[in-house]
Antibody, heavy 122, light 112 residues
């Protein structure tokens, strides 16, 4: 079945960078957008941006611009998120999610990856 | 802009119907039909239950339905079942100068 499998939990120091991967399986990777969403402990979800795996084009939430990069490797059907200058408020579970491109976009996220806990701690 | 506004909690008895609201602005919910709803059980990743305001993905029970009026979207769950107890989140796309997807704060549904 369609799956998004993310890399494992990480602990990072303040000021460092993180990189989380998201490997897609059982569908054509370049036919669907990948979005990244996070949920801080006890908080709601926050959208971070999307990448078009076909073109590599991205749309990034204004809040993160300047310290976020989204990339992909189509040869291994994997998307990545890099977030730099980490602060304590970046502690969260990070999710990758899929959104269809055709016949037209619908901004419905299905499925979700299992989530990756990133903890910022000194 | 702030997140979409959802009630913190709602409750209902088995067999009843409940409605969860999600209020945005004319720049997001009121501007397009890109409203989605997600169900999240404790410790699990969210599951898409409604997209495009009213559409259910394959396999989602028809007890779940969505609607929209102006800047407010709604999720209705009919014939409440114990397994419906979960958190529910709404989202809306905003095609502003810098595109954005807004989330609601989430609503905890308790089945009494």
């Amino acid at each position: 079945q369609v799956q998004l499998v993310q890399s494992g939990a990480e602990v990072k120091q303040p000021g460092a960078s993180m990189k989380v991967s998201c490997r897609a399986s059982a569908y054509t990777f370049t036919d669907y957008y990948i979005h990244w969403v996070r949920q801080a402990p006890g908080q709601g979800f926050e959208w971070m941006g999307w990448i078009n795996p076909n073109t590599g084009g991205t749309s990034l939430a204004q809040k993160f611009q300047g310290r976020i990069t989204m990339t992909r490797d189509t040869s291994i059907s994997t998307a990545y998120i890099d977030l730099g200058s980490l602060g304590y408020d970046d502690t969260a579970v990070y999710y990758c999610v899929r959104e269809r491109m055709r016949p037209r976009r619908n901004f419905g996220f299905d499925p979700w990856g299992q989530g990756t806990l990133v903890t910022i701690s000194s | 802009q702030s997140a979409l506004a959802q009630p913190t909690s709602v409750s209902g008895s088995p067999g009843q119907s409940i409605t969860i609201s999600c209020t945005g602005t004319s720049s997001d919910i009121g501007d397009n039909d890109y409203v989605s709803w997600y169900q999240q059980h404790p410790g699990k990743a969210p599951k898409l239950i409604i997209y495009g305001v009213t559409n259910r993905p394959s396999g989602v029970s028809d007890r779940f339905s969505g609607s929209k009026s102006g800047n407010t979207a709604s999720l209705t769950i009919s014939g409440l079942q114990a397994e419906d107890e979960a958190d529910y989140h709404c989202t809306s796309y905003a095609s502003t100068i810098i595109p954005h997807v807004f989330f609601g704060g989430g609503t905890k549904l308790t089945v009494l």
